[in-house]
């Protein structure tokens, strides 16, 4: 393998949703060169990272049946029993809930957590309060997708935050969705929440960082007991 093709390795791929900000931010960087070059080159980083924003990398996703995958890059900033928006239709009573949260240098293309069918997705418009806040999840604009499974319905929901004014879904109601498959993107910083099944036991610890499409959150099929985390 050559020198060049090692390096292209490294570089990840961009979603096609990016290109008109990155070639925004590209053209605003040159006409910045030309007042005055110090701003351009803070334009020049900008557009590194916006383009490091869209960057959309290959993911390794487990696919045995049950298994819950984070559907977003991140840190899981709480696991607790919540009561579901009314729009997924998943009932009256709390349900387990796994928020991750995704911060302006996450990439943020969003990935189905498990393998099933789209029965449902609500938009609902909102604020754009800190999507770190537990009441983001009823007072922000958001998006919910419910997904079912042969082990239950699951929802999804993609929550916008304080820069985030955009969010893309890209499925639809009745389609067919593989586990770690991409649905949809937030612009810029944001947060997805997982409603599960009654009695579902998380298998991760809040504060721990996920991978989309390939950190295990739960086991819908009940085999994995829970585990035991330490900070180190």
Known sequence: MSILDSIQRQIPPIHKEGYPFIGGFALASLILFWLWSPLGWIGTILTVWCALFFRDPARVTPVRDGLVVSPADGRVSMITMALPPAELGLGDRPLPRISVFMSVFNCHVNRSP????????????????????????????????????????????????????????????????????RFGLIRFGSRLDVYLPVGTKALVSEGQTAIAGETILADLTGDDPGRVYRTG
């Open 114 to 181: 498990v393998a099933g069918r789209v029965d449902r997705i609500a938009y609902r418009p909102g604020l754009f309060i800190n999507a770190e806040l537990d009441k983001a999840s009823e007072d922000n604009e958001r998006n919910s997708l419910v997904i079912s499974t042969p082990q239950g319905r699951i929802g999804v929901i993609q929550i916008a935050g304080l820069v985030a004014k955009r969010i893309v879904c890209f499925v639809r109601e009745g389609q067919a969705v593989g586990a770690g498959e």
